[in-house]
């Protein structure tokens, strides 16, 4: 299967360094205006990364933390360092459940071996992680192109108008993506798709990262202010919102990218379909009620300034509030199971609700 394309190349977004010794990650925060990998090959590394979003999005963080995990045991193999590595990581980033998930499977491994063996599981473990990765966000391309063919089918050959919110695309996972799976497979059979991105304030992903990969691929994009996403639904202007998700509960409830829930209600009451594309390792199966969710809170100086391109060239921070404002930056939202037309993971589609899930994740039904 091919990847998804940057400028006609094939990319990842993170990849394991000749020397087997790190991981080198593109790093998001000088995206757009610039296309850097970085090498990560430290515990301390890794959970830097994670925490300036040098990577992020729900399943690229698990994975980079898998690796990060495999590092901290090239240095310190002990129980204690292996517990001391997994903390720490897991303290980076507190709503995508996939860290976690991704720090509880690499740990299993390694605590079952010898220290003198542990480095070795731990990066077999990352690496069958990141695989996995692509072939789920693979499948969810190609199950969310089914609802995307059906679209097709109602709209006559007019481009199908899709909304998406914050970076659900290849750099948020290894490849593919989740959201924008469907979209890539779409547009490579010759699907006409045009996607209108919401900028994602406070760090704009939508801008910065989504309007960026969509347009290297070659997808027609638009980018849209957050504040325009109401009345574009409202006009019958958007065919179907999709989004990817950070953590979901067993009834189907979607924390992701701050903004989420605003696009869920219009949607609704607009009666466009609201799509969530997922892979398994988003499912927090221990958790019923969306609003237990930890929401992450991040530094108020995100709200109070934004980055740019200045007209001389130079990547600059600016202020857009006055000095001594105060601001609060929650960076995820809940947006419950009703407003979600559809679940779409790397099984198939499904209601948002415990029954949905339950049907394409059996295993999971209790005794
Ligand atoms: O804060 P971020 O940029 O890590 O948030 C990312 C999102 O909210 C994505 O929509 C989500 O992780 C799904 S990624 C496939």
Sequence with gaps: MRVVQVFGRSTRSLEEAPDGRGVLVVDQTRLPFAFERVRVDTLAGAADAISRMVVRGA?????????????????????????AAVATLA??????????????????????AAPS???????REARAIAE???????????????????????????????????????????????????????YDEGLPVHVFADETRPRNQGASLTAWELAAHGVPVTLVADNAAGHL???????????G????????????????????????????????????ST????????????????????VLRVAGRAEDGRVVRVAVAPPGVRARN??????????????????????????????????????
């Design 59 to 83: 399943p690229l963080i698990g994975v980079t933390a898998a690796y990060g995990l495999a590092l901290a045991l090239a240095a310190d193999p002990s129980d204690t360092g292996l517990s």
């Design 91 to 112: 303290a980076t980033r507190p709503t995508a459940v996939n860290l976690r998930w991704a720090l509880e499977r690499v740990r299993a491994r390694a605590v079952a």
């Design 117 to 123: 063996a542990r480095f070795d599981v731990a990066w």
């Design 132 to 186: 996995e990765d692509v072939a789920m966000c693979a499948r969810i391309g190609e199950h969310g192109l089914a609802l995307l063919r059906d679209v097709a089918a109602r709209s006559s050959g007019a481009p199908i108008r899709l909304l998406t919110h914050c970076n659900a695309g290849w750099l948020a996972a290894v490849d593919w993506g989740t959201a924008l799976a469907p979209i890539y497979r779409a």
């Design 233 to 243: 639904l409202q006009r019958g202007e958007i065919d179907a919102c999709i989004v």
């Design 245 to 280: 998700a950070d953590r979901v509960t067993r009834r189907g409830d979607v924390a992701n990218k701050i903004g989420t829930y605003l696009k869920a209600l219009a949607a609704r009451a607009h009666g466009v379909p609201f799509w969530v594309a997922l892979p398994a």
């Design 283 to 302: 499912i927090d199966w221990t958790l019923d009620d969306g609003a237990r969710i930890p929401i992450e809170e991040r530094s108020e100086d995100e």
């Design 330 to 367: 929650p960076a995820f939202d809940v947006t419950p199971a009703a407003l979600v037309t559809a679940l779409v993971t790397e099984r198939g589609s499904c209601a948002a609700s415990e029954e949905g899930l339950l049907s394409l994740y059996p295993e999971r039904r209790p005794a």
